[in-house]
């Protein structure tokens, strides 16, 4: 088992879930043309009910474990890093057990009273073992993590969600002839398939490790007063992590159950309502997440390079890297907020050509955009800065606004699904912004009004401007997804070439950039 590099074990893990995350995102816009509406939102409340069970179940155990591993093991302590892994698979066993349980005999109890549509009870009985898969197989992942081997980590991530995309497309056509709810259940069967192969791999890996330490130590016995401590320890350390994971499934938990309901109790039908779902999570949800990946690289590459900064106490380069970091959150998200505002019919029009309904939640969507790439932006910020629980906290505050809201808005009849969507908005929105307040307190970097928000702004307005005319003026010509294609690389070539030309982003901020600065900033003028 050879150790990986600080550099390209970083490199390797966060590619890994780049990756991943974009399979994850290419998926979501292939099914729902594959079983419809109806069986999307049935997927969708499953899949968010699985996920708070899920992090329930292993959220934060698997950093504990490679945290507590190579600290043994830097130490020389081979068989008490041993006794770590055994005691934290013994406990992700357990509870991937019981959350599996939870979910497969209560699943008649959860589709009535949290999901508010009783069709939901075969996908979330047909999720339910990938819990206890998922469960063991971050105790695997933690344990090369923490042997800083992390290629195993990263293959078994994309083996996963390869098969598990290619299992969810399969399942959900092969069981169409049975019905909505046969082939929403087939969808999400596919997680469960994933979760199986990277397991597989995982243990594969694990056995056929040529680890001599792994060998000499595979029978070394563990008392239970061991247990006990190793458990604790391995717990104090997941539990802040556990509270931040939970947040982002608690706020799609919310919608799962609160939107149908709502919607059912000012008139639209269990079908209506369940359309209505499926077009706010599963339609429009997944186009904002597009920039939102990137915003997620963004975030990981941040950590380290902020961090060192912090620790040579290098704060001018501190300041210009985190105002770099906002400044390019707002670069993306201002463009892709007027993108997909002005767009959004025909961009619904080119991916879900039967679901035009869906562009008016992604309209009140878009706006989200701008303060997720914030979120990300600013959490990774705060990561560095040794600050973590800071983000967690407003996280917490926007999860609060967002349910009051949600109840409230999705039951005004004008506006119905779409009061979720400014639900989540202002959510993101609220925690963004803390964060940002904290930022600024702690590094006193300055935030330009003109160069910061203002230019990107107006630059991304008039290309909005460019896109729509562009889709207008073409529409009759070649039609409307030929004509959304040529509006989306028109309004991206014209912000391309303004930016460069009115220089908003300038060549001593491009050298900031860890790494990638320095190659590309030669090329840029001054």
Do not use: C
């Amino acid at each position: 088992m050879e150790k990986d590099s600080l550099a390209k074990g970083t490199i390797v893990l966060g590619s890994g879930m780049v990756i991943a995350k974009i399979f994850g995102l290419v998926y979501r816009l292939i099914l729902p043309n594959i079983i419809g509406t109806e069986a999307m939102g049935l997927y969708g409340m499953a899949y968010a009910v699985y996920t708070v069970l899920l992090t329930l179940s292993m959220a934060g155990i698997p950093v504990a474990i490679s945290k507590i591993i190579s600290n043994e093991l830097s130490q020389g302590h081979y068989v008490a890093a041993n006794d770590t892994f055994k005691v934290a698979l013994l406990l992700l066993l357990t509870t991937g057990l019981i959350f599996t349980t939870v979910l497969y005999f209560g699943s008649t109890i959860i589709a009535h009273a949290i999901t508010g549509d009783h069709r939901a009870e075969l996908s979330l009985k047909a999720v339910s073992p990938a819990i206890i898969l998922v469960s063991v197989m971050s105790a695997l992942r933690g344990y090369f993590q923490g042997h800083l081997v992390m290629t195993y980590t990263a293959v078994s991530q994309l083996l996963e969600q390869f098969v598990r995309v290619f299992g969810i497309l399969f399942f959900a056509y092969l069981l169409i002839p049975y019905g909505k709810i046969y082939s929403a259940a087939g969808a999400v069967f596919g997680n469960v398939v994933g979760a199986l192969t990277g397991l597989g791999y995982l243990i594969w890996q694990y056995f056929n490790s040529k680890d001599i330490v792994k060998r000499q130590i595979n029978n070394s016995s563990i008392s239970i007063s061991r247990i006990q401590q190793t458990a604790i320890q391995i717990m104090v350390l997941a539990f802040p992590i556990i509270i931040g994971n939970m947040i982002m499934p608690i706020m799609n938990l919310i919608d799962a159950s609160l939107v149908v309901n709502r919607l059912m109790e000012i008139g639209f039908t269990q079908g209506e309502a369940t359309s209505k779902f499926a077009y706010l999570t599963q339609y429009a949800a997944p186009l904002t997440m597009f920039p939102g990946t990137m915003g997620m690289a963004l975030s990981m590459s941040l950590v380290p390079g902020i961090s060192e900064t912090v620790t040579k106490q290098n704060y001018d380069q501190l300041k210009g890297r985190v105002r770099l970091a906002i400044r390019f959150s707002l670069l993306i998200g201002f463009p892709s907020f007027f993108g997909l505002f002005v767009l959004a019919t025909p961009i619904i029009l080119l991916i879900f050509p039967n679901d035009p309904e869906a562009a008016t939640p992604l309209r009140y969507l878009s706006p989200s955009v701008i303060f997720l790439l914030l979120k990300f932006a600013t959490t990774g910020v705060l990561q560095g800065l040794n600050k973590p629980m800071i983000p967690v906290k407003n996280l917490i505050i926007g999860t609060f606004l967002k349910a009051i809201l949600t109840y409230w808005l999705t039951a005004v009849p004008y506006l119905n699904v779409n009061g979720a969507a400014i639900g989540t908005l202002i959510s993101y929105a609220v925690s963004s912004m803390f964060n940002l307040f904290y930022i600024i307190k702690i590094t006193g970097i300055k935030i330009s009004l003109v160069q910061d928000i203002l230019k990107p702004a107006i630059l991304s307005l008039f290309m909005g401007i460019i896109a729509f005319s562009t889709q207008i003026l073409t529409l009759d010509l070649i039609g409307i997804r030929l004509a959304a294609l040529l509006a989306i690389m028109a309004g991206a070539l014209f912000y391309i070439l303004l930016g460069i030309s009115f220089k908003v982003i300038k060549k001593n901020e491009i050298q900031l950039i860890p790494k990638l600065g320095p190659k590309i900033s030669p090329y840029i003028k001054d």
